[in-house]
């Protein structure tokens, strides 16, 4: 058995998340949009709208659909599950996300 060992990045502190709002960070190089569901839930998900190219999903809707928590791009509207980065308008297309955790006040997410 081979364990791996993840490094995770501090982002910001929990009370700096506004419900219901993204936040970009950049992890790894990467741009990662981080959301505050209303219910206190955190999810991270790479921050390219897949259908314009531009990286706008942290400045996106957060919302609800079908029971899961989703977020709509500001660009052309596609709907994406916080959860798995799929896209509830085309079946053939996702986003990456991102391993995030609450470390006491700490919001951290796994570099890629």
């Not at 949009?33 to 809707?61: C, E, K, M, Q, W």
């Not at 053939?92 to 995030?100: A, H, L, M, Y």
């Amino acid at each position: 058995m081979t364990l791996t060992a993840t490094r995770w990045a501090e982002i910001c502190h929990y009370d700096d998340l506004l419900p219901e709002r993204g936040e970009c960070a950049l992890v790894g190089g990467q741009q990662v949009a981080i959301f505050r569901t209303h219910d206190g839930r955190l999810f991270a998900l790479h921050n390219r709208d897949p259908f314009s190219g531009a990286y706008v999903l942290a400045r996106g809707i957060v919302g609800s659909r079908g029971g899961y928590a989703t977020v709509a791009s500001p660009m052309y509207k596609q709907v994406f599950d916080l959860a798995t980065g799929r896209c509830l308008d085309d079946a053939d297309v996702s986003v990456p996300t991102f391993r995030i955790r609450l470390d006491g006040t700490r919001v951290e997410v796994a570099e890629p």
